[in-house]
């Protein structure tokens, strides 16, 4: 039986000084933890074992999203020089129109667009982001097949409830979710050791 309050108690501000937790990579170290320690805790019903498992694979990407969504924000918004790169080369913002009114804030509301348009974009879509990073940032992604099956795995369970075609459900197993531990933070280390070294948090 999972203890929420002990779960809840093992944060970033006290028991683990080596987190920083404003930083985006680890805080994505500390989220591995906490997946880590949640499949360690006994599910009394050997049925809710796998989805339980599901729900923790799952979560691998979404904390992989939230370093990339975080990263990238935090780099370009801190150098005017990204900012601009960014706006030639996100999607639809060209489009964008800006009323004559606002043209003595123009600079402000710049900002404001184009922090507008990165927040709708899927950060677990490697497809979309990837040329964001390399245009933008000059960071590469890892050519890694295990993390694309990793957020088609995600898509199943989180906007199928787990099942495949066939009507199969996915049922991830203790070693599968060790995997994706591993493969999810072997992607975001690759990336985070491309990112400009005055934001870079270090590697274990």
């Known amino acids: 039986m999972i203890d929420f309050n002990t779960v809840e108690s093992f944060d970033m501000d006290g028991a683990d000084p080596f987190y920083d937790k404003n930083h985006p990579f680890d805080v994505f170290l500390g989220s591995l933890d906490h997946i880590g320690l949640l499949s360690e805790e006994p599910i009394r019903s050997k049925s809710l074992r796998p989805t339980f498992r599901n729900i923790l694979l799952a979560h691998c990407v979404t904390a992989m999203e939230t370093y990339l969504y975080e990263i990238f924000v935090q780099t370009v918004f801190d150098d005017e020089s990204y ?24 600079r402000k509301r710049y900002f404001e667009i184009l922090r507008e348009k990165i927040d709708f974009l899927t950060f677990h879509n490697l497809g979309v982001v990837r040329p964001l990073f390399e245009n933008v940032l000059g960071i590469s992604f890892p050519e890694s097949e295990k993390m694309k099956i990793l957020v088609h795995l ?29 493969t999810t933070r072997e992607f975001v280390e690759f990336v985070q050791r491309q990112i400009p070294r005055s934001r870079r948090s270090p590697l274990p």
């Not at 996100?90 to 009114?101: E, H, N, Y």
């Open 83 to 106: 900012v601009d790169k960014l706006y030639t080369v996100l999607p639809g913002i060209r489009d964008t129109k800006i009323p004559l009114s606002e043209l003595p804030t123009y």
């Open 154 to 182: 995600r898509h199943i369970i989180v906007h199928r409830n787990g099942k495949v075609s066939s009507g199969e459900r996915i049922k991830t197993t203790t070693n599968e979710l060790n995997e994706a531990i591993q």
